[in-house]
């Protein structure tokens, strides 16, 4: 992997006219977790797809990438729709990305990263045969097998049981340590887990609060942790427009 780079986006979006964002100015520190919440429709997967090089009909005003150059072939996208390929078995998803660049592909990494997803067993299925949960796990996997210096997560663990997601948060921290990982959630408990950088975006800005102490992922029942969700919490429910904004 190569040195995992700062994010920027510094601008407005537009899609027929219609403003999606305005005057958003999110900087993403290298190597680490940053997590952004807010309410449904604000932009946070249009910003995801921006930086991927796939917000199509987008019109984007303004600077994105990254501080060390070009964005282009290290960026990893894990979509909110797991977007696997009904025609293909499990297996054939998750070594996708590799067969798309002409890469040879890699099954016994594959069956490796299935395994710790929970779905060993499950390679010669199609996705109609999986249940939400499995099909997000899938996702996941096909995700962690691209060795990129970027990760784009949308609500990745969204449709796991509590003991599942507690653990491919702990997987997926573990497995994408030092990389530069943006985190769209719209879970307090899971920012305050994961985040070293937390963003609250609404229609106003961005506003930073400030993360628990100590290394991801933290403990569920570390106090700084559930101090840090239930302000997240807290901060969520009210309407952010009367909110004080750092941005
Ligand atoms: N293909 C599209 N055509 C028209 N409008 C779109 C399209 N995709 C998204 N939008 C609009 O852009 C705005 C931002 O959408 P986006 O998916 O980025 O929000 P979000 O914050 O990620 O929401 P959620 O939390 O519900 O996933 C929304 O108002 C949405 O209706």
Redesign the pocket.
């Known amino acids: 992997m190569t040195t995992a780079p700062s994010l920027f986006l510094h601008g407005r979006a537009e899609?027929?006219g219609?403003t999606?964002?305005r005057d958003v100015a999110l900087d993403v520190p290298g190597g680490g977790w940053t997590c952004l919440l807010?309410?449904?429709?604000?932009?946070?997967?249009?910003?995801l797809k921006l930086f991927a090089d796939l917000a199509e009909?987008v019109d984007f005003d303004g600077r994105i990438g990254a501080t060390d150059g070009p964005l282009a072939g290290r960026v990893a996208l894990m979509a909110?729709d797991d977007l696997l390929l009904p025609w293909l078995d499990v297996l054939g998803n998750v070594t996708l990305g590799a067969r798309l660049r002409g890469d040879t592909p890699d099954p016994a990494r594959a069956l490796d990263v299935l395994d710790k997803v929970g779905l060993a067993g499950f390679e010669a299925r199609r996705p109609s045969e999986l249940s939400g949960g499995q099909r997000q796990r899938a996702a996941l996997a096909r995700t962690l097998m691209e060795d990129r210096p970027v990760v784009l997560l949308?609500?990745p663990f969204s449709a796991l049981d509590a003991r599942t997601r507690a653990r491919m948060q702990e997987l997926t921290a573990e497995t994408l340590s030092g990389r530069t990982v943006l985190l769209?959630t719209?879970d307090p408990a899971e920012a305050a887990r994961l985040g070293q950088k937390i963003i609250v975006?609404t229609e106003t800005g961005l506003r930073d609060l400030p993360p628990p102490a100590g290394p991801v992922p933290r403990p569920v029942g570390d106090a700084d942790t559930l101090r840090v969700q239930a302000n997240l919490l807290e901060i969520l429910r009210k309407d952010e427009r009367c909110a004080p904004l750092t941005s």
């Open positions: 899609m027929s219609a999606l964002f807010g309410p449904s429709g604000i932009g946070k997967s249009t910003i009909g909110q949308d609500e769209v719209h975006m």
